[in-house]
């Protein structure tokens, strides 16, 4: 099974300019996660989905941070502008569903974001 | 507020010796607990889990001790070898309806196994 793709791996740009990420999770995954890790800290959720329904949202800096997942499949990640602080890696991670008990997270491999 | 924290940043163990690594967290919602494992430039990995009815849980050579009064659990390798040189993450889902599967995740605590 494929896991969770992203891209690009790498990115680096100026201050107050835009950049977007992608992740593609696993086939069937309902669930989608995208996560912001500073440097030496842990992983930090931004926003999470169900299918194409927002679940959580409540950590995005909604002034320059946005997020989609238009189809229930892959979603984008935007920053517009960036800040010198959005320097981070973005994880993206999917699980299968939804529910009471815990389901397991698959974590892409994620986009290093260098803001200069 | 760090609602997980892990409280060392590093930790060396030679191998073939126990792998000692100790997360502490704050809030008693929390109901369940979970270890992931990350490579540099990959995405960090589901080790080991934990609920909160239970206060141990094995699988090979990881165990998770849960102490639920003290809200600390602990992950022991053992035997450690040199493919666990990784970073360790702790993280916890906090107790509710529709949004059990929120992960709270530590620092991380980083392992080298040396020969």
């Known amino acids: 099974e494929a896991g969770v793709a992203q891209s690009p791996r790498y990115k680096i740009i100026e201050k107050r300019q835009s950049v977007a990420f992608w992740c593609n999770p696993i086939s069937g995954h309902a669930t989608l996660y995208w996560y912001q890790q500073i440097l030496g800290q842990g992983p930090k959720l931004l926003i999470q989905?169900?299918?194409?329904?927002?679940?959580?949202d409540s950590q995005l800096p909604k002034d320059r941070f946005s997020a989609e997942r238009l189809k229930g499949v892959d979603s984008t990640l935007k920053i517009q502008p960036a800040k010198l602080e959005d320097s981070a890696v973005y994880l993206c991670?999917?699980?299968?569903?939804?529910?009471?008990?815990?389901?397991?997270?698959?974590f892409g491999p994620g986009t290093r974001l260098t803001v200069l | 507020d760090q609602q997980v924290k892990q409280n060392s940043p590093s930790l060396s163990v030679q191998e073939g010796r126990i792998s000692i690594l100790n997360c502490d967290y704050t809030n008693s919602m929390f109901d369940y607990f979970l270890w992931y494992k990350k490579y540099p430039a990959e995405g960090p990995t589901f080790l080991i889990s934990?609920?909160?009815?239970?206060d141990k849980n094995e699988d090979g050579r990881f165990t998770v001790f849960l102490n639920k009064s003290a809200k600390h659990l602990s992950l022991h390798i053992v035997p450690s070898q040199p493919g666990d040189s990784a970073v360790y993450f702790c993280?916890?889902?906090?107790?509710?309806?529709?949004?059990?599967?929120?992960?709270?995740f530590g620092t991380g605590t980083r392992l080298q196994v040396f020969p």
């Open positions: 993280a916890a889902s906090p107790r509710g309806g529709w949004n059990t599967d929120k992960l709270i």
């Open positions: 991670a999917s699980s299968p569903l939804l529910g009471d008990s815990y389901n397991e997270q698959f």
């Open positions: 934990i609920s909160s009815i239970k």
């Open positions: 989905f169900q299918n194409n329904g927002v679940v959580d």
